[in-house]
């Protein structure tokens, strides 16, 4: 299996951005997806997650509480996270992870960027 970002990008303070993760080879269900994020010099941290195995239970960093949301497209095997009111300080690569019983897959990043 594999997950593949996109939808990285420059945007302005308090401008929005959609990324997506398209998975492939294994049912999205089965495992919780998470978007994780990693600014220069700092430690990869957990942003947002869903649980279908908890009834689609989401969580997310409180930072981005009410800014961020995660959610899915089974049909399409996507997972998504909408990003509002973004802020300079939300700059870093985005990576998509999807975590089952036995397998734990990582996306490539992607780069956003919240700049004037």
């Known amino acids: 299996g594999q997950v593949v970002e996109s939808g990285g990008g420059l945007v302005q303070p308090g401008g929005s951005l959609r990324l997506s993760c398209a998975t492939s080879?294994?049912?999205?269900?089965?495992?919780?997806l998470s978007w994780y994020r990693q600014a220069p010099g700092k430690e990869r941290e957990l942003v947002a997650s869903?649980?279908?195995?908890?009834?689609?239970?989401?969580n997310y960093e409180d930072s981005v509480k009410g800014r961020f949301t995660i959610s899915t497209d089974n049909a399409k095997s996507t997972v998504y996270l909408q990003m509002n009111s973004l802020k300079p300080e939300d700059t870093a690569v985005y990576y998509c992870?999807?975590?089952?019983?036995?397998?734990?897959?990582w996306g490539q990043g992607t780069q956003v960027t919240v700049s004037s």
């Open positions: 869903i649980i279908f195995s908890a009834g689609g239970s989401t």
């Open positions: 080879g294994f049912t999205i269900s089965s495992y919780v």
């Open positions: 992870n999807a975590k089952g019983p036995i397998y734990n897959y």
